[in-house]
């Protein structure tokens, strides 16, 4: 059994008439289809030099101008998306998983609450900046340890929500009924408790999703995350910032691009969280 929600349909129109959300699903929309369709909509090679031409202001040609190589910057900012929206979706996806799991485990299991709770604060007491600098510096810089150092770093903070509707599901009188008539713990999760959590998971993931952009970027800037030769937003940003007094667009667009991405992902989170939460249902 499973808490009511809205039938699809139904609330994809409550979802996309508030029109703050709508606005947030087209840029998040365009940014990825940007992405994907990087080279066609470009013509240009992202890794193309031509030194001839570099630092060009924005033009019919290059639309976003050129970089300190003369690289066209549309076609980096778009292509290095692909990365940038994989690193974040890797990270998201870990961290849900990750986070369901120890949630599930400390929520249900008495016994496992105060070890794993233990454990989740600890890792929660350092800034999240500062623990994903120091787990990449352990385990290497590149796009894979990048993504296992975020996935350790929001994992936790899944947990403790996971954790806290695990507690109140756990209590519900089906829940009861179920494990009164003989069910096993796991069948119990499964059926009973985890469908009940696809509302909260859904909803931290994409800020999980958000939080991931804005990691991966701080850490390229700070030199700690990707290699410089993969071009993310993050080190487009980090590899510009010397050419800012000259050509402002550089480190901008790349900015630009990091700001609208996240952005949109937090406002499509506060709606999806709206729509499902039943008491502001009604204002969704």
């Known amino acids: 059994m499973t808490v009511g929600a809205p039938r699809l349909p139904l609330a994809l129109r409550k979802l996309f008439g508030r029109r703050i959300v709508l606005i947030a699903a087209v840029m998040l929309a365009g940014v990825v289809a940007a992405a994907l369709l990087a080279g066609p909509l470009s013509g240009l090679d992202p890794q193309e030099t031509a030194v001839s031409q570099r630092l060009h202001r924005p033009s019919a040609v290059h639309w976003l101008g050129t970089d300190e190589l003369g690289r066209d910057l549309f076609a980096r900012i778009a292509f290095g998306g ?19 799991v120890l949630g599930l485990a400390a929520g249900y299991f008495r016994r496992l609450d105060a070890p794993l709770m233990r454990l989740v604060d600890a890792m929660m007491s350092f800034p999240d900046i500062l623990l994903a600098i120091a787990l990449v510096g352990i385990l290497g810089a590149s796009m894979l340890n990048v993504v296992l150092a975020l996935v350790l770093v929001y994992t936790p903070r899944m947990a403790r929500v996971v954790r806290a509707s695990t507690l109140v599901v756990r209590e519900l009188a089906y829940v009861e009924a179920a494990r009164a008539l003989g069910a096993s713990p796991w069948r119990v999760l499964g059926r009973h ?35 410089p030769e993969i071009p993310t937003w993050g080190t487009m940003v980090a590899g ?5 007094h ?19 992902l937090q406002l499509l989170g506060d709606g999806i969280r709206d729509l499902l939460d039943p008491r502001l249902r009604r204002t969704a």
């Open 193 to 227: 408790v985890l469908p009940n959590l696809v509302s909260p998971i859904t909803v931290q993931g994409t800020f999980i999703f958000a939080y991931a952009i804005l990691a991966e970027a701080a850490l390229s800037f700070l030199g700690v995350g990707v290699p």
């Open 246 to 264: 000259q050509a402002l667009w550089i480190v901008l667009f790349p900015g630009l691009a990091i700001i609208v991405t996240a952005l949109s």
């Open 82 to 100: 692909r990365y940038s929206l994989v690193i974040a979706a890797l990270t998201a996806l870990g961290a849900v998983a990750g986070g369901t």
């Open 240 to 244: 510009s910032q010397a050419y800012a």
